[in-house]
């Protein structure tokens, strides 16, 4: 699945919780009684919204394709490889690695055979 196939589902729901939010922040604004920052308040707090939304559906697509053993980026096979604890030294790492489009990406993981 290409990257826009992944992130085109999102988009409606994303431009409805942005509209939404941004009514919602205007009308509240108004009803304070600042009505000249209605308009700025609300477009701030729907690029809020809109910005962590959107990255929530980035960090889906990512965790799936890395679960799937895909290239977030290309879809290509990855290499993972995941690096024990040492005694002592806080815990285990995994790794991930693309030949394809050279995307690598790291992230803390503890395994049963890592050492406490």
Do not use: K, N
Request: net charge positive; proline share 5%; hydrophobic share 50%.
């Amino acid at each position: 699945m290409s990257r826009a196939a992944g992130v085109l589902p999102w988009l409606l729901p994303i431009a409805f919780a942005a509209v939404a939010w941004y009514l919602a922040a205007f009308r509240i604004m108004h009803a304070l009684g600042a009505a000249e920052a209605a308009a700025a308040a609300g477009l701030v707090v729907a690029l809020a919204v809109a910005t962590a939304l959107w990255r929530w559906a980035e960090h889906d697509r990512v965790r799936r394709a890395l679960d799937a053993g895909r290239c977030p980026r290309c879809a290509s096979a990855l290499h993972g490889e995941h690096e024990h604890a040492r005694t002592g030294v806080g815990g285990g790492v995994q790794l991930w690695e693309c030949a394809g489009c050279g995307y690598r990406r790291s992230e803390p993981l503890t395994c049963e055979a890592c050492p406490p």
